[in-house]
């Protein structure tokens, strides 16, 4: 059966093209969504599978519900297009430590599995990033407009204060559960997200980092028998402090001892 991969990418174009060579066979179909912000992107070539890039394009903010938006959109253009044994999400900086033909009989071990990789639960990081109202947040991270990031800024931070002061939360009840946001969904639990995007964008729309938490929750709490596999070793990726570092090309060999399959986030410099 195939396989969908879905790609988010907005650099790194290189790591992109041996990330698609790497997983080219047949039965692997490409969705690739280029960030709105890149104004040339890329000719990706494959040879044995199939590529589709996504016409409609999200401005994808880090942080903000566009990245819930932007894997949503990946999900229903191949539902579109499934069945598939699993849709995979990926960004554009992955490479899979393990061959795709050891990749597709790991899967194969797991059909009808939503396969995640969760993180130990936290009630305050939950709490502060999907309790709250977060708003702005479109400029937190960009350089382009420095005057536009200040002023959002302040807004923002100064919009938490009153929230914590007054006790301001929603979604109260909600039990929230973390994972990477990087994960393969079966053809049941894609349908069932696509189903129901207008609900979880809804909910999420002043999440910060929401994208780390809307799949394995909205599953988790929909009533229906999804069977979840906690992975582990689906992902090799490091952090300093929130943010994971980026590894050389020339490391690829050393992290395959990692037994992980995928790792992240690469860089050709």
């Not at 969908?4 to 997983?23: G, K, T």
């Not at 899979?96 to 990081?125: C, N, T």
């Not at 420095?146 to 039990?175: E, N, P, Y």
Request: some cysteine; proline content about 3%; overall charge neutral.
């Amino acid at each position: 059966m195939k396989h969908a991969w879905l790609i988010i990418a907005h650099n790194e174009f290189e790591v992109l093209q041996r990330l698609v060579s790497m997983l080219d066979a047949p039965g692997s179909d490409f969705y690739i969504h280029f960030d709105k912000k890149v104004l040339n992107p890329p000719q990706i070539h494959v040879a044995k599978g199939n590529l589709t890039i996504l016409d409609k394009r999200v401005d994808v903010c880090w942080g903000t519900v566009s990245q819930i938006k932007t894997e949503l959109l990946l999900l229903e253009a191949a539902n579109n297009r499934g069945p598939y044994a699993h849709y995979h999400i990926l960004s554009g900086t992955h490479l899979p430590l393990k061959s795709v033909e050891e990749l597709i009989r790991f899967y194969a071990q797991h059909k009808d599995e939503e396969i995640m990789r969760f993180w130990p639960h936290d009630e305050g990081d939950a709490d502060f990033k999907l309790r709250r109202f977060h708003y702005p947040m479109k400029y937190f991270k960009r350089k382009d407009n420095l005057i536009r990031k200040t002023v959002d800024t302040f807004i923002w931070k100064g919009m938490l204060k009153i929230q914590k002061v007054f006790g301001i939360r929603h979604h109260a009840k909600c039990s929230f559960q973390k994972t990477d946001n990087w994960l393969s969904l079966s053809e049941y639990g894609c349908a069932w997200l696509v189903r129901h995007k207008n609900e979880i964008m809804k909910k999420y729309r002043w999440s910060f980092c929401g994208d780390e938490y809307f799949a394995a929750t909205e599953l988790l709490s929909s009533g229906m028998d999804f069977k979840i596999f906690d992975c582990q070793d689906l992902l090799h990726v490091e952090f300093i402090g929130d943010t994971p570092t980026s590894f050389p090309l020339s490391a690829y060999h050393d992290l395959q001892e990692t037994g992980a399959l995928w790792a992240r986030k690469f860089t050709a410099e």
